[in-house]
């Protein structure tokens, strides 16, 4: 069992920065994968980008590429989510994820998800 709670979000103008945190929980995290997805209103949540539990392999969405970069910290139990450049069609609630499967390059939700964080970009 794993519980996540995310955190970072908040209103940033078009071209600025956040980072986004997310802390788990559960004797089990140090060896999930771990995702970043995003949800906006009326739309299906989308998949951004992964990180496998050693930390050496990430994967980024086409739409995030370049822009946005996950890392994680085992020993905190941490993973992070920084958003450079940011646009306003990336307002969105985002959600981390734990168990994530990467096929074809792109992300399916595991079993365990965090509450969101809402991030605003103003044009």
């Known amino acids: 069992q794993v519980q996540l709670v995310e955190s970072g979000g908040g209103l940033v103008q078009a071209g600025g920065s956040l980072r986004l945190s997310c802390a788990a929980s559960?004797?089990?995290?140090?060896?999930?994968?771990m995702g970043w997805f995003r949800q906006a209103p009326g739309k299906e949540r989308e998949f951004l980008a992964a990180?496998?539990?050693?930390?050496?392999?990430?994967y980024n969405a086409d739409s995030v590429k370049g822009r946005f970069t996950i890392s994680r910290d085992n020993a905190k139990n941490m993973v992070y989510l920084q958003m450079n450049s940011l646009k306003p069609e990336d307002t969105a609630v985002y959600y981390c994820?734990?168990?994530?499967?990467?096929?074809?390059?792109?992300?399916?939700?595991?079993?365990?998800w965090g509450q969101g964080a809402q991030v605003t970009v103003a044009s």
């Open positions: 994820n734990a168990g994530t499967r990467v096929e074809h390059g792109v992300g399916k939700g595991g079993d365990y």
């Open positions: 559960g004797r089990m995290f140090g060896f999930y994968t």
């Open positions: 990180i496998t539990w050693t930390g050496d392999s990430t």
